[in-house]
């Protein structure tokens, strides 16, 4: 409820669902193979995924709800795993499961603490702090492998992890550096081979102002974020100092806090390296988003901050009031808020949309899914913010451009960013929902289908209520 409740289809999945399609029938987007493929043959997920929807009677729809909730337990398993090693009571345990109900973005990185939809980013991150729990129970292995299973969802999310824990184990484990080093050394070759001869080659290319005015996400730079959004960001850096120093000083860290703590530090530290790469315009720096780091700082700093405010340096006996108010002052305030964002700020939207929660733009991509899988379609530029989802993802089928998702994919392959531009400049001198301007767009990109909430002078194919499907040859 705290994310304005789940949707199917939504945001994000603009882009995971057509690349779990493109397994599942060969024959989809063979306009827009290009584009969806620039960052899916960067990951597995969409191969993961496909796996699951081949199961007879399995649904799209139903195995992302699945894997939504899968997530969401996922996260409040670890988050109960790490509070119990770290707390003292259960009472607070429960205050920190509340505390990461507080939906919240992290500032200008693109992130959010949770999502209304399943993305494999949420997943890797739930997985991620798996690893974290199994690194305070001194089970260095388990962990590594669950950061290799949290790659196969979201690679970078993962690599932040496993930063923060490799720094983690050369401090706790003295006698680990050096094979550390040597692991260390071994990753940064095969990151260079990828770089060479694999999937990362041609990455390290600038990218050019033709390149980046395609892209036009100025959040992608953090030299160019604004003040209040460096504080913001960076504000858990002391929390998490201060928070440690006094569990230090009042004797409270328990095995392996300390180690947690300084490796940290160390996603800061790669931050700060990474910086004048990002500025540059390095095309893999830009790729990477590392500012997202600032993700793990947050859900540490939050831990601290709910032990601060449950527990504190007072003695375990006078702790359990202490915490059972603090447990119930979050989860009001998470059931609060979630009840607002349900039912006052988006009253419209259900708590569970396991379909998509438009019924005409539902009926119209119902309609797309039954014409030709090469038929290029045309839509408003910013359908998929419009009715919720895209047409790539609920009907399945090649569209013109969906302005937002299309201009982040051009981030990953300068050749679609072209594309995309090109698409951009099209939009602009032609009124796409007019039949002139439809027409002319049809015959300079072979579309073949016109969706359109109000009635135009063309050949009607199909009607979903306020929603219009034109043909255009």
């Known amino acids: 409820m705290n994310a304005a409740g789940y949707r199917y289809a939504a945001s994000d999945q603009a882009f995971y669902i057509p690349a779990v399609v493109r397994h599942l029938e060969p024959s989809a987007f063979p306009r827009d193979a290009a584009l969806i493929d620039a960052q899916a043959r960067l990951t597995l997920v969409d191969e993961i995924v496909a796996v699951g ?22 996260m409040l398993g670890a988050a109960i795993r790490i509070g119990s090693r770290m707390y003292r009571g259960r009472w607070a345990v429960v205050a920190l499961g509340a505390a990461l109900t507080l939906r919240h973005a992290i500032a200008k990185t693109g992130a959010n603490t949770l999502e209304g939809y399943f993305h494999p980013r949420q997943l890797a991150f739930a997985i991620g702090l798996w690893a974290v729990a199994a690194f305070l129970d ?72 033709e390149w980046l005015a395609a892209i036009g996400e100025k959040d992608l730079f953090p030299l160019a974020w604004p003040i209040d959004v460096w504080i913001t960001n960076l504000v858990s850096v002391p929390v998490i100092v201060l928070c440690w120093d006094a569990r230090r000083r009042a004797g409270q860290t328990v095995p392996g806090e300390t180690p947690l703590a ?12 990474w910086l004048p790469f990002n500025a540059a315009h390095v ?139 090109e698409r951009l400049r099209a939009l602009e001198e032609l009124s796409w929902d007019t039949p002139e301007g439809a027409r002319a767009l049809a015959r300079r990109f072979s579309l073949d289908y016109l969706v359109v909430d109000h009635q135009v002078d063309l050949p009607l194919a199909h009607r979903s209520g306020s929603l219009f499907v034109y043909k255009l040859r």
């Open 138 to 209: 001194r089970r260095e292995r388990m962990a590594l492998a669950l950061l290799a299973l949290a790659a196969a969802f979201h690679p970078t999310t993962a690599a932040w992890f496993l930063v923060w824990l490799t720094a983690a184990a050369a401090v706790a484990r003295p006698a680990w550096r050096g094979r550390l080093a040597i692991a260390a050394v071994i990753a940064l070759l095969a990151g260079g081979l990828a770089i060479w001869r694999g999937p990362l080659a041609g990455h390290l290319s600038i990218m050019d102002p």
């Open 283 to 421: 095309a893999l720096a830009v790729q990477l988003q590392l500012s997202r780091v600032f993700w793990m700082l947050d859900v540490l700093a939050t831990i601290y901050l709910v032990w601060a405010l449950a527990e504190g340096t007072a003695t375990a006996a006078a702790t359990w009031r202490r915490a059972a108010i603090v447990a119930a002052l979050l989860t009001t305030a998470s059931v609060a808020r979630g009840l607002y964002t349900c039912f006052v700020q988006f009253p419209d939207r259900p708590i569970f949309a396991v379909d998509v929660a438009h019924q005409d733009w539902r009926d119209a991509m119902a309609f797309a899914r039954t014409t030709d899988p090469g038929s290029g379609w045309l839509a408003d530029p910013i359908h998929a913010a419009k009715y919720g989802s895209s047409v790539r993802a609920a009907g399945q089928r090649d569209v013109l451009l969906e302005a937002l998702k299309d201009r982040a994919i051009a981030m990953y392959d300068r050749r679609v960013a072209m594309q995309v531009a």
């Open 53 to 74: 929807a081949r199961i007879p009677g399995l649904s799209l729809p139903h195995l992302f709800l699945g894997l939504y909730v899968a997530t969401l337990g996922l």
């Open 262 to 273: 300084v490796g940290a530090m160390a996603l800061v530290l790669l931050f700060v390296c």
